[in-house]
């Protein structure tokens, strides 16, 4: 039972390139969660999918898209990578109101 | 807007020591209140859960209370050990089932 997994763990990309950030969740939750983390402040929601076949925007969506391949795979995409993109990126699954279970994140560096 | 906010941002005490975290948030609509623990450069961990209708959690020596009223939530610490130096964050869900998170106390403990 590996609970959530994201890859890659670490990526470095310059200005401009893409990216697929994957993620995976063995627990038969509904809703996924894409976060990121910046120092010194809360997690910020960029995307959600309450269930397979939705996905909804949350509090930070530019420059983001994602897709809700299957009910295990929520993945998150940089179209056009931007420094202000460089975080910690974790993505999340639960039962809706219930805990959430996060990944171990993915650091990602634009430069 | 909701707000979570955590006080303090960071905190050290000695070993053996009882604790008490604090979260406050702005909007009482909420669906329930989380705290998790994280470990550097590691994911989050979720250690309780609160439902909007209950006014306490316990895991361990651990326990988490909720007063919806006021927009507090405290977590205690009964006799803290090195193993508990992690950075704890709490978030709310809100009414849209979204999490809502503070920016965490970083606490550490020293032997």
């Known amino acids: 039972n590996a609970g959530v997994t994201q890859t890659p763990k670490f990526q470095v990309l310059k200005t401009g390139q893409s990216m697929t950030l994957q993620c995976a969740q063995d627990?038969?939750?509904?809703?996924m969660y894409w976060y990121r983390q910046d120092p010194g402040m809360g997690l910020r929601l960029i995307y959600y999918?309450?269930?397979?076949?939705?996905?909804d925007k949350g509090e930070v969506p530019n420059g983001y898209n994602v897709s809700r391949l299957n009910k295990r795979e929520f993945s998150l995409r940089l179209e056009s990578a931007a420094p202000s993109q460089t975080s910690v990126y974790f993505c999340?699954?639960?039962?809706?109101?219930?805990?959430?279970?996060f990944g171990p994140g993915t650091r990602l560096t634009v430069t | 807007k909701q707000e979570v906010t955590q006080i303090p941002a960071a905190l050290s005490v000695p070993e053996g020591e009882n604790l008490v975290l604090n979260c406050s948030f702005t909007?009482?609509?909420?669906?329930?209140l989380q705290w998790f623990r994280q470990d550097p450069g590691k994911g989050l961990t979720s250690l309780l859960l609160?439902?909007?209708s209950q006014r306490e959690q316990t895991s361990g020596r651990l326990n988490a209370s909720l007063d919806k009223s006021s927009g507090r939530s405290t977590l205690y610490i009964a006799a803290s050990q090195p193993g508990d130096s992690a950075t704890y964050l709490c978030?709310?869900?809100?009414?849209?089932?979204?999490?809502?998170w503070g920016a965490g106390t970083k606490l550490i403990i020293k032997p």
């Open positions: 999340a699954s639960s039962e809706m109101a219930a805990e959430q279970y």
């Open positions: 627990m038969n939750h509904n809703s």
């Open positions: 999918s309450a269930s397979e076949g939705t996905t």
């Open positions: 909007d009482s609509a909420i669906y329930n």
């Open positions: 609160i439902q909007s």
């Open positions: 978030a709310v869900e809100d009414s849209n089932y979204q999490l809502i």
